[in-house]
């Protein structure tokens, strides 16, 4: 392909034009003179001609498109709205794409994140964390004056978390009131109201100082909740679920809620259908929005949420009958360094380029020789065994006919902790075609 072919095809993702990469950076070639990162779609790489360094991170733009539609498909079955945490991916770009798609925001946890995101123009933030950090809190202050359009939605679960509110609304005059959710816990996950009556108290001192801030809804995680089995875990999940309605409920009826419409959020990649169907029970006498907060669904995985969303289909037969299905998105491509023994061989990649908080990653494809033009899947017999920060142990059958040079496609668990190792992400098309890039800002 030409760099005149590449230039013609229209691009799926925002240019950034403030970034600017070179052979310095992960994953680029070494003799690579500085260039936009718009630049990298247009030099008709390619990556089975070795035309980039491994090991190498990318993105399947066929396959995020895919995942695109399933998401779109998933709320629209339940009639909710979709937030994705963008912390999965930090990429702007990425962001916007979310939100070109219907998606209704964006969940952040930190300043960093929602500086990133204002920075690029992300307008409706909903932050999955109290704030008890007054210099954070006066930034949002601060940006709600400046930007009128600046929807920032957080959570409190404390007295210290509401004191904060009032205190930083006094130091700026002509703010927009803070737009908060009472966070609910469970004693068997995170941070969160644990009663009913440790929300209500905070409830009702928020109604006191309306000037400083609004109670907006209910939030709750139920991700991180545990239990010995998968059973227990999904009827805890069940119970929390009701513990979040049930109090939502209470709230309006005393007239606590003080928002355009009542918030009700939780659901994340994995029992995203639970959350849907369970927060979208309560009928309230004024608007009110389940928001999921799903992000490892734009590039989904080869481990940990491939899994998860085989379960859910098991549970959900609605979601069964949809007729799209995500896939794997971002896989690691790595260079057989070495065969020293039958049966063992070494990749180039290691703990600094895969996940491997979850599970170790999968080997999936192979493409043989240093001019390599195909791809074939691997057999069974293949798995990463071990990884040291450079280096994965590849255990193979004794008469593999793998060779130094070849290269293993790596299927990834948990894609969180891969994207945050890699600052430009080469996306490719069918054929291998380096046609867009994607910048993080870990």
Partial sequence: MTDTDTETRPTVFSELPDVRVDGRTK??????PEMP??????????????????PLAVLDRAAIEQNSRWIAAVTSRYGVSLC????TTMAPQLFHKQLGDGCWGITLSTQHQVQVARHYGVSRIFLANQILDPGFLGYVARAQIDDPDFDFYFLVDSPEGVELLGEVAARHPGHRPFQVLIELGSP???TGCRTEAEARSIAERLAGMRHAAILAGIEGFEGSIRGAERAEIERRIGEFLAFMTRTAEDFAAAGLFGGREILLTAG????FDLVAKALSRPVFDRPSRVVLRSGCYISHDAGMYEREIARALERSPELAALDARPRQALTVWATVQSRPEPGLAFLNAGRRDVSYDAHLPRPLRLASGTAAL????????YEITMLNDQHAYLKCPEDSALRPGDLVEL????PCTTFDKWDVLCVLDERFQVVEAIKTFF
């Fill in 84 to 87: 994705p945490h963008g912390k």
């Fill in 411 to 414: 299927g990834i668990s948990h």
């Fill in 188 to 190: 068997f996950a995170r």
């Fill in 374 to 381: 195909t791809v074939q899947d691997l057999p069974e017999g």
């Fill in 27 to 32: 994953g680029m070639p070494g003799n690579l």
């Fill in 37 to 54: 990162l718009a630049g990298i779609g247009r030099q008709g790489w390619n990556l089975l001609r070795r035309d980039m360094p491994t």
């Fill in 268 to 271: 994340g990649s994995a029992y």
